[in-house]
């Protein structure tokens, strides 16, 4: 049995893992091993009590869940998990679906939806989808991490010129506005640009468009 600590109990929180919560100890044993022949880690779980417990929430990787859970529905803790700001993407499975159950998970945001039985290559494929939407969530919230880093380094005149600029306002407006000479505008520019790695200015835009930036 490896429950809670799965196959590798030291996997890093960076490592992509497939997360099992079943109440049921014969599936979790099941979709272990099957996960663990194509070469996943994994961690089971059988309430979702102890996954929260595990400390691995907001780790690498995905989570398989069981809608007929024990206190908490399958589909009431996809809902706190999203509260509680946990976007590891989900695949449902459950012997007692019906067309509304799928509809209110698939709207939540669910990878997938698998009627039990369900072929073990269905279950492998789901979860694939869902370590690449995993990965996909991961690799953009580094990219945001990063931006923020930069334009933490801009001084208070760069990040008002950053702004304007993304605005599409041209050297001499900005230079109005902030009461500066043209020349020193493009001074910020480029200093802001440098900073920020932008290599273009349509870079530049683009970087503070995904930092949602408002003058």
Known sequence: MRDVKGRS?????????????DDDAGM????????????YETRT??????????GRTHAAGCLILDVRLPGTSGLDFQSQLAEAGVTMPIVLMTAHGDIP????????????????PFREQDMLDAVASALV???????????SDSLRARLGTLSQREGQVMVRVAAGK???????????????VKIHRSNAMRKMGARTLADFVKMAEHLKLEG
Do not use: C, W
């Open 170 to 184: 041209m050297n001499k407006q900005i230079a109005f506005e902030l009461g500066l000479k043209e020349i020193t």
């Open 101 to 116: 159950m799928t509809v209110r998970g698939m709207k939540a945001g669910a990878v997938d939806f698998l009627p039990k």
């Open 28 to 39: 979790r044993t099941a979709l272990d091993s099957l996960f663990r022949s194509v070469g």
């Open 133 to 143: 939407r995993d990965a996909d969530l991961r690799a953009a919230r580094t990219q």
């Open 9 to 21: 109990p030291e996997t890093p929180a960076d490592v992509q893992a497939v997360h099992v919560v």
């Open 45 to 54: 779980y059988a309430s979702p009590a102890e996954f929260m417990a595990s």
